[in-house]
């Protein structure tokens, strides 16, 4: 069975740090094109946080370019999003998806951030 788990959400204060991670299990994120980190912060829309290519490049929404770092660890099966200088507006419920909008997606992790 396909799962894909995230983990390492908290609460935290502004300006700190947390890393996401998205555990895959019953396939390879490595033979996927793109795996991908969205957020719902409660309340708004579901929103594409930062993606990951095939290739290696990546691309970040404009709120969280600079300070969130998307990556992948082929060996663990696992993509990875490195949180850093959080602030107010990034508390979210994140999610980790691969294969598109009816593709494949976590439970979400929820990262809350105050002070």
């Known amino acids: 069975q396909v799962q894909l788990v995230e983990s390492g959400g908290g609460l935290v204060q502004p300006g700190g740090s947390l890393r996401l991670s998205c555990a895959a299990s019953?396939?390879?994120?490595?033979?996927?094109?793109?795996v991908g980190w969205y957020r719902q912060p409660p309340g708004k829309q579901r929103e594409l946080v930062a993606r990951?290519?095939?290739?290696?490049?990546?691309n970040y929404a404009d709120s969280v370019k600079g300070r969130f770092t998307i990556s992948r660890d082929n060996a663990k099966n696992t993509v990875y999003l490195q949180m850093n200088s959080l602030k107010l507006e990034d508390t979210a419920v994140y999610y980790c998806n691969t294969g598109g909008f009816s593709g494949y997606w976590g439970q979400g992790t929820q990262v809350t951030v105050s002070s």
């Open positions: 990951i290519f095939s290739g290696g490049y990546t």
């Open positions: 019953g396939i390879a994120l490595d033979s996927y094109a793109m």
